[in-house]
């Protein structure tokens, strides 16, 4: 089992930048990779990046340059750093942990967490 839990979600004006974490607990974590998902009003899910436990990244093609994702196994915490942000980023944001990962997406599992909203003003 896999427990998680998001943070650092809120409301910001057009420009400006959030750090949402993902804090995971229950296995160990630095074998795993971890995905960050959101699902704005009205719309499926989708994946926004990926890190495999390696550290390696993908991202989805909105969001490129302008989120980053990376870990820190010593704290058990995947982060998403969004700058640059846009009122089309408007979601919740999930984090899944222990999918597959690939060079260019990731699968994920049934580990979610309970998501954090973010919402972007114009």
């Known amino acids: 089992q896999v427990q998680l839990v998001e943070s650092g979600g809120g409301l910001v004006q057009a420009g400006g930048s959030l750090r949402l974490a993902c804090a995971a607990s229950?296995?160990?974590?630095?074998?795993?990779?971890v995905g960050w998902y959101r699902q704005p009003p009205g719309m499926q899910r989708e994946l926004v990046a990926a890190i495999a436990s390696g550290g390696s990244t993908n991202y989805a093609e909105s969001v490129k340059g302008r989120f980053t994702i990376s870990r820190t196994n010593a704290k058990n915490t995947v982060f998403l750093q969004m700058n640059s942000l846009k009122p089309e980023d408007t979601a919740v944001y999930y984090c899944?942990?222990?999918?597959?990962?690939?060079?260019?997406?990731?699968?994920?599992?049934?580990?979610w967490g309970q998501g954090t909203q973010v919402t972007v003003s114009s």
């Open positions: 899944n942990a222990d999918g597959e990962y690939s060079g260019t997406y990731y699968y994920p599992s049934t580990y």
């Open positions: 229950g296995r160990i974590f630095r074998n795993m990779a």
